[in-house]
T-cell receptor, first 114, second 113 residues
Framework: NAGVTQTPKFQVLKTGQSMTLQCAQD?????MYWYRQDPGMGLRLIYY???????DKGEVPNGYNVSRLNKREFSLRLESAAPSQTSVYFC?????????????FGPGTRLTVT | AQTVTQSQPEMSVQEAETVTLSCTYD???????LFWYKQPPSRQMILVIR??????QNATENRFSVNFQKAAKSFSLKISDSQLGDTAMYFC??????????FGSGTKLNVKP
C-alpha cells in the first residue's frame, strides 16, 4: 500500500514555464486535495475534488488548474509559473465522512520558480 | 471566511512535562470538524487528533487531548508526558461544511531532554 504518491519530489522552473504535478492514491478515497505550504505558514488549499468528476476552488486557486483524471489521480497544473508560486505542494486524500474526514498526505513536491 | 489562528509560533517543553498549544478559529458555521496535525522534519503530515463540533466531549488519543470550547471558538491541544519524538510543527485545522480545510500558521514545539 503506497498511500498517496506525488511526482516529482523536486522541480525547478523558469518564470513562464508550465508543468503538471501528479498525485495518485491507492486507498479508493473519494476526496482529493492540493495544498501549498510557504515558509512560516500553514497549508493553504488550492483546489479540491470531493468526488470523481468534480473540482472546486480552495483558498488560493489563482494561477492553477486541476484535473481529476479518475478516482485515483488528481493533477495540478501551473500554466505559466511565477516566482510567487515557489512553495512546497502537498496532495492529500480522504474517505470523507466515513473516516471522519481524516486526510492522508503525500510526501510533498518542492517547487522553485526562478 | 474561515480563519484559524495559532498565536504561539514556537514553544519548548522538558521531556516528560505537559504542554498546551493554543488555537482559535472564526466561523459562522455550526457543524464542522477540527484537527491537529503534526509535521516532523521529514515534512510528512500526520493526524494527531480530531474533534467534531457537535460533540461536547473533548477528544483524547493516548497522551494527546483537546480542550474544545465551541462558544469561545477555541481548540487547544494538550500533550502529556512529552517525548523527544513529539518535536515537530503542529498545525491546527478547521474543516467547513463544504469540505474545505483551513490551517493555522503552526506552532514549532521543541521537546528538550
Amino acid at each position: 500500500n503506497a498511500g498517496v504518491t506525488q511526482t516529482p519530489k523536486f522541480q525547478v522552473l523558469k518564470t513562464g514555464q508550465s508543468m503538471t504535478l501528479q498525485c495518485a492514491q491507492d486507498m479508493n478515497h473519494n476526496s482529493m486535495y492540493w495544498y501549498r505550504q510557504d515558509p512560516g505558514m500553514g497549508l493553504r488549499l488550492i483546489y479540491y475534488s470531493a468526488s470523481e468528476g468534480t473540482t472546486d476552488k480552495g483558498e488560493v486557486p489563482n494561477g492553477y488548474n486541476v484535473s481529476r483524471l479518475n478516482k485515483r489521480e488528481f493533477s495540478l497544473r501551473l500554466e505559466s509559473a511565477a516566482p510567487s508560486q515557489t512553495s512546497v505542494y502537498f496532495c492529500a486524500s480522504s474517505e470523507g465522512a466515513t473516516s471522519q474526514y481524516e486526510q492522508y498526505f503525500g510526501p510533498g513536491t518542492r517547487l522553485t520558480v526562478t | 471566511a474561515q480563519t484559524v489562528t495559532q498565536s504561539q509560533p514556537e514553544m519548548s517543553v522538558q521531556e516528560a512535562e505537559t504542554v498546551t498549544l493554543s488555537c482559535t478559529y472564526d466561523t459562522s458555521e455550526n457543524n464542522y470538524y477540527l484537527f491537529w496535525y503534526k509535521q516532523p522534519p521529514s515534512r510528512q503530515m500526520i493526524l494527531v487528533i480530531r474533534q467534531e463540533a457537535y460533540k461536547q466531549q473533548n477528544a483524547t488519543e493516548n497522551r494527546f487531548s483537546v480542550n474544545f470550547q465551541k462558544a469561545a471558538k477555541s481548540f487547544s491541544l494538550k500533550i502529556s508526558d512529552s517525548q523527544l519524538g513529539d518535536t515537530a510543527m503542529y498545525f491546527c485545522a478547521f474543516m467547513s461544511n463544504f469540505n474545505k480545510f483551513y490551517f493555522g500558521s503552526g506552532t514549532k514545539l521543541n521537546v528538550k531532554p
